[in-house]
């Protein structure tokens, strides 16, 4: 199973972006995508997951009312829609997903469950 993040960029506080998670080799409907970012000396964070069979849906309290995670199985992509940005969102933005054959799809906490892995994308909030 293949990652691939995208959309990150340089946007104004209060701004929006819309971040992509592509995934490949296999169907992505069977598994929870998971959003992280990581700040450069600061370990990283969990921010949303969305499971599988159902789409629900789970938030870091940060990011809570500002962020939307979506996903669209048809184009094997899952959306991470984030507004009101401030400079404290610039972060290099990673989607992941645990092993469906493990966890059935659900979205799990733990960072070291991840097995998959994209490749990052940076989001810089200038103020």
């Known amino acids: 199973v293949q990652l691939q993040a995208s959309g990150g960029g340089l946007v104004q506080t209060g701004g929006s972006l819309r971040l992509s998670c592509t995934v490949s080799?296999?169907?992505?409907?069977?598994?929870?995508i998971s959003w992280f970012r990581q700040v450069p000396g600061k370990e990283r964070e969990l921010l949303s997951c969305i499971s599988s069979r159902h789409g629900e849906t789970d938030y870091v309290d940060s990011v809570k009312d500002r962020f939307t995670i979506s996903r669209d199985n048809a184009k094997n992509t899952v959306y991470l829609q984030m507004t009101s940005l401030k400079p404290e969102d610039s972060a290099v933005y990673y989607c992941?997903?645990?092993?469906?054959?493990?966890?059935?799809?659900?979205?799990?906490?733990?960072?070291?469950?991840?097995?998959?892995w994209g490749q990052g994308t940076l989001v810089t909030v200038s103020s």
């Open positions: 080799g296999s169907r992505m409907e069977y598994y929870a």
């Open positions: 992941a997903a645990p092993n469906w054959r493990r966890f059935g799809g659900q979205c799990i906490t733990e960072m070291f469950e991840y097995d998959f």
